[in-house]
């Protein structure tokens, strides 16, 4: 299945849609289509499988890479991603010497660019 998407920002580019693959079960073939052989039925994800926020946030993010045909996965690429946040962090710091966020804003928004240095080690 081929396909193409609009990048984020406004980039118009098309770009490949990636194929998903869901690791928790497979969608039995049908048995009246020729040359389908069945496999086992999808069995449900447990309840204890339910995926969390910060797996949600990891998913969301590798997306953002993917189509870009980059990968967190990728150590190098996981590097980068590190770099870029850890630079978000140094202007969220300045930011706040300079006065132009005020002390509470400055704690959130460092406690969610930590929480994006997680997501590599999510996925």
Same mark, same amino acid.
């Given at each position: 299945?081929?396909?193409?998407?609009?990048?984020?920002?406004?980039?118009? =580019?098309?770009?490949?849609?990636?194929?998903?693959?869901? %690791? #928790?079960?497979?969608?039995?073939? =049908?048995?009246? =289509?020729?040359?389908? *052989?069945?496999?086992?039925?999808? *069995?449900?994800?447990?309840?204890?499988?339910?995926?969390? !926020?910060? &797996?949600?946030?990891?998913?969301?993010?590798?997306? %953002? #890479?993917? =189509?870009?045909?980059?990968? %967190?996965?990728?150590?190098?690429?996981?590097?980068? #991603?590190?770099?870029?946040?850890?630079?978000?962090?140094?202007?969220?710091?300045?930011?706040?010497?300079?006065? &132009?966020?005020?002390?509470?804003?400055?704690? #959130?928004?460092?406690?969610?660019?930590?929480?994006?240095?997680?997501? !590599?080690?999510? %996925?």
């Amino acid at each position: 299945m081929s396909g193409a998407m609009a990048g984020p920002l406004g980039d118009d =580019r098309p770009r490949p849609l990636a194929r998903v693959v869901d %690791l #928790f079960g497979h969608r039995a073939a =049908r048995e009246d =289509r020729p040359g389908k *052989t069945p496999v086992a039925p999808v *069995t449900p994800r447990p309840e204890s499988a339910a995926i969390t !926020p910060e &797996q949600r946030l990891a998913i969301s993010i590798e997306a %953002l #890479f993917l =189509r870009r045909d980059l990968s %967190l996965s990728d150590p190098e690429t996981a590097a980068a #991603f590190g770099v870029a946040i850890d630079a978000v962090l140094l202007v969220l710091d300045g930011a706040l010497a300079n006065g &132009q966020i005020e002390a509470e804003s400055h704690q #959130f928004l460092g406690q969610q660019m930590q929480a994006l240095l997680s997501v !590599p080690d999510s %996925l």
